[in-house]
Nanobody, 123 residues
Framework: VQLQASGGGLVQAGDSLRLSCSDSKRTSSNNGVGWFRQAPGKEREFVAS????????LYQDNVQGRFTISRERAKNTVYLQMDSLKPEDTAVYYC?????????????????WGQGTLVTVSS
């Protein structure tokens, strides 16, 4: 597995979590990285993405202003800071990398995916 998402857990509404996406093969430092999520019984949806140098970011409307994507290229890690969590944010969160791409919300544009991390927000 090239990408590993971590940091999920059980929290209450209004709490915060920070997810991490680590690249064991150290290839993502020059690629765009995105976060997606899939709730039980629902399709996978885009959450946020960041360009290779962190200069551009893109967010789903429902998380804009609550979630922040960032990256530390030296650590080959991309973060998703999630604040003011809501029960509807409950899902398995996945990170993915896209060769030669800045920011995109289109899942087919991503070339490699990591295993997910479960986030559960109780009301």
């Amino acid at each position: 597995v090239q990408l590993q998402a971590s940091g999920g857990g059980l929290v209450q509404a209004g709490d915060s979590l920070r997810l991490s996406c680590s690249d064991s093969k150290r290839t993502s430092s020059n690629n765009g990285v995105g976060w997606f999520r899939q709730a039980p019984g629902k399709e996978r949806e885009f959450v946020a993405s960041i360009s290779w140098n962190g200069g551009n970011t893109l967010y789903q409307d429902n998380v804009q202003g609550r979630f922040t994507i960032s990256r530390e290229r030296a650590k080959n890690t991309v973060y998703l800071q999630m604040d003011s969590l809501k029960p509807e944010d409950t899902a398995v969160y996945y990170c993915a990398g896209a060769y030669g791409i800045g920011c995109t919300l289109y899942a087919p544009m991503y070339d490699y995916w990591g295993q997910g991390t479960l986030v559960t927000v109780s009301s």
